[in-house]
Nanobody, 124 residues
């Protein structure tokens, strides 16, 4: 069993920064990609960014490119999301997820293990 735990959410003013962290524990040897998704009230869950351990290749949604950066440590199955120039529309619950397939795609079906989420609120 793999457990995924996020931390680092909070309240920030528009233009500010936050750094989210995510750690996985348990039977982590079969994790080959990790990602961040987010869900705003009344909206569907959407892809934010991913990283696959093979080659440390990253992918980001167009809405966050140039502002958010995903990074991680494959040895620890830990991933981070540095969020800069935050906007009110970035307000959402941010979920960390991990999966065995190693594609690092934007499809949530790739990922098996999900955290409980951490709230990010950006005030205008």
């Amino acid at each position: 069993q793999v457990h995924v735990v996020e931390s680092g959410g909070g309240l920030v003013q528009a233009g500010g920064s936050l750094r989210l962290s995510c750690a996985s524990s348990g039977s982590s040897t079969n994790i080959n990609a990790m990602a961040w998704f987010r869900q705003a009230p009344g909206k569907e869950r959407e892809f934010v960014a991913s990283i696959k351990w093979s080659g440390d290749i990253t992918r980001s949604a167009d809405s966050v490119k140039g502002r958010f950066t995903i990074s991680g440590d494959s040895a620890k199955n830990t991933v981070y999301l540095q969020m800069n120039s935050l906007k009110p529309e970035d307000t959402a619950v941010y979920y960390c997820t991990a999966g065995p397939y190693g594609w690092g795609s934007a499809n949530p079906r790739e990922y098996v293990y999900w955290g409980q989420g951490t709230q990010v609120t950006v005030s205008s």
